[in-house]
Structure formats: C-alpha cells, structure tokens
C-alpha cells in the first residue's frame, strides 16, 4: 500500500504566483517523520525540511511554508512568490518508527514560468 | 566537506555485465542506504547498512549485492545487468537510525542496453 502520496503530478505558475504541493500520508505508527526534499534538474536530491509526528507547528522559511495536520494525514508545502529557480521535482517521505527507510511519494514536478 | 559522492555519475553497461557504483560520505555517519528512482515511482530502498561490516535488504533487493567494508563507503554491485536495472541510484547517509535526515549523493544514471 502505499504510505505517502502526491495526487499532483505536475504544477505549471507563472512567476511570483504562490504553489501548494499536496502529500497525504498512511501510517498506523504514533511516533513518525515527515520530510520534504527538492530535485532541480541538476538531478540531486536536497532536504527542505523534518518534522516528527508530536510537533504540528507549522513552519516558515524565507518564501517556504509547511502546513502539517495529523486530523487529515497532510504535510503540505507551500512555495510564496514562486520564482524560477523553484522548478524541481518535490517529493513528500515519511519514515516510521523503527523503519530505516525513507518512503517516497511519487513526487510533484513544479515548473515556474518567467 | 564534500557530503555524499558517487561513482561513476553514468554508465551504459550490455545485459549480463557486471559493475560496482561506489558512494562514499565523509560526515562519519553510521547509516547508509542505496535507493533507485524510476519515473512516477519516487525512490525505493534496494538495501542499507547500519554500520561498518552491516548490510541489510531493502525494499527491492533482488539483482544487487552490497558491501560496507569501511565506514565511510557503501558499495553496490550488479552481478549481471539486466535492462530492468536501468535506473538512477543514489546513495544516502544520516548520522541515526529511523526519523534521521537522510542526505543523499548527486546520483548515478545507469542505462542497460
């Protein structure tokens, strides 16, 4: 089954628009983390941003933002004023307790516009 | 600090061939993992090691054989290449165990004709 999933497939904006990317997770565990990770075209991987299951703060950082809500199983990532070095693919993962690995979701491409 | 690398960055290798992509972290990090990315699939776990002398199966181990005989590097071989093992492989690193921040390398493409 899987745990992590990005109903978006793609996402076109024109500049300075703001995006939302949408993961909904499944887990039966209570102590769990979620992460964001960015892959420009570059190809490489880069982490945005951890959170454990017990911390729903929301977070900012500069133009990012994530939404986390246990009630729904979502930690939605919202990119502010989009530019066009925002273009990547976004993927969503989750590790569980006790698990070493990372699930993925299928990830988003967003592709931002000049 | 250089994080995470990978060798080679792309190989064209013919079914049946073999060959070993090297990922080395210099973070002393006690956890290593290789992943593969296939398109609109994200990335799946082929195996990891929980330390030096460790390995252990992943998600989608069959076809790949693994070594960690210092900290540092994480070997991945293929015994024989099959076109099914076309892929991008990246390898990962984090300082724990489950709900640590993984960092990943740059990626190896590899194309099996």
């Known amino acids: 089954a899987q745990k992590v999933t990005q109903a978006q497939t793609e996402i076109s904006v024109v500049e300075k628009e703001d995006v939302t990317l949408d993961c909904v997770y499944e887990t039966r565990d209570t102590t769990y983390y979620l992460f964001w990770y960015k892959q420009p075209p570059s190809g490489e991987l880069v982490f945005l941003i951890r959170?454990?299951?017990?911390?729903?703060q929301n977070e900012i950082s500069g133009r990012y933002s994530w939404n986390f809500q246990k009630s729904t199983s979502s930690f939605n990532f919202t990119i502010t004023a989009s530019q066009v070095v925002d273009s990547a693919v976004y993927f969503c993962?989750?590790?569980?307790?006790?698990?070493?690995?990372?699930?993925f979701g299928a990830g988003t491409t967003v592709t931002v516009r000049a | 600090n250089a994080g995470v690398t990978q060798t080679p960055k792309f190989r064209v290798l013919k079914t049946g061939q073999s060959m070993t992509l090297l990922c080395a972290q210099d973070?002393?990090?006690?956890?290593m993992y290789w992943y593969r990315q296939d398109p609109g699939m994200g990335l799946r776990l082929i195996h990891y090691?929980?330390?030096?002398?460790?390995?252990a199966k992943g998600e989608v181990p069959d076809g790949y054989n693994v070594s960690r005989l210092k900290k540092q590097n994480f070997l991945l071989g293929l015994e024989s290449a099959a076109p099914s093992q076309t892929s991008v492989y990246f390898c990962?690193?984090?300082?724990?165990?489950?709900?640590?921040?993984?960092?990943f390398g740059p990626g190896t493409r590899l194309l099996v004709l």
């Open positions: 990962a690193s984090s300082p724990g165990a489950s709900g640590e921040t993984q960092y």
């Open positions: 959170r454990n299951s017990f911390d729903e």
């Open positions: 993962a989750l590790s569980e307790w006790g698990d070493y690995k990372l699930s």
């Open positions: 973070m002393n990090h006690e956890y």
């Open positions: 090691s929980v330390g030096e002398g460790t390995t």
